[in-house]
């Protein structure tokens, strides 16, 4: 079992939407739980961060966290053609150093 | 100027050459990383420095190597080249944040072994 699993898609969605991409992790000791959004040929940056469970919204964006469960959830509300790129979830997994899923791929259609 | 500054930008070679990646940063900061992009596996962990004692491998250190030549700089060596390597590898830097801290990643140096 990979330690940070994520769909890799594409998830199309019709702009106005809301996108939803989801995120599960092994590693039952995980504290802190972000979202990196990668725009094709560009670098990783960071757009939420979420550490207690629960929902956490900034914006357009809201992330949602359920230890139990092991998940993490980013919802984009009103989704635009400018939102599509590929959305990384990354956790520290005991190392000390933040671990990458593979991304999910968001399409949002004009 | 981009805080982290990763070069070459590009690079083609050979099967077997020794080739280094370069990252400079003007953030401050004193944590630093390098990571590996390929197609369908995310960012994957080669090594991380959190000063310039310590270092430490990450997922995928094998046939790499690392030197922290001061705070700014982290430099990544491929001592003999193969083409399973071919990827875009990514440069990050964070502060001393304990594990709330953001990665600042350098703009990617792609390379391409023949």
């Known amino acids: 079992q990979k330690e940070v699993e994520q769909n890799s898609g594409p998830l199309s969605v019709p702009e106005g939407a809301i996108a939803s991409l989801n995120c599960t992790y092994s590693?039952?000791?995980?504290?802190?739980f972000f979202w990196y959004r990668q725009y094709s040929g560009k670098s990783p940056e960071l757009i939420m961060s979420?550490?207690?469970?629960g929902d956490k919204e900034d914006g357009r964006f809201t992330a949602q966290l359920n230890k139990a469960s092991q998940y993490v959830s980013l919802l984009i509300r009103d989704s635009q053609p400018s939102d599509s790129a590929t959305y990384l979830c990354a956790l520290y997994t005991g190392r000390r150093a933040l671990t990458f899923g593979s991304g999910t791929r968001l399409q949002v259609q004009p | 100027d981009a805080d982290v500054t990763q070069t070459p930008r590009n690079r083609i070679t050979k099967t077997g050459k020794r080739i280094m990646l370069e990252c400079s940063q003007t953030k401050g900061h004193d944590r630093m990383y390098w990571y590996r992009q390929d197609p369908g596996l995310g960012l994957r962990l080669i090594y991380y420095?959190?000063?310039?004692?310590?270092?430490n491998k990450g997922e995928i250190s094998d046939g790499y190597s690392v030197s922290r030549q001061a705070q700014a700089k982290f430099s990544l060596s491929l001592e003999s080249a193969i083409p399973n390597q071919t990827a875009l590898y990514f440069c990050?830097?964070?502060?001393?944040?304990?594990?709330?801290?953001?990665?600042?990643f350098g703009e990617g140096s792609r390379l391409t072994v023949l």
């Open positions: 420095s959190f000063d310039v004692k310590d270092i």
């Open positions: 590693d039952r000791g995980s504290q802190s």
């Open positions: 990050a830097t964070s502060e001393h944040r304990g594990q709330t801290g953001e990665l600042f």
């Open positions: 979420i550490y207690s469970n």
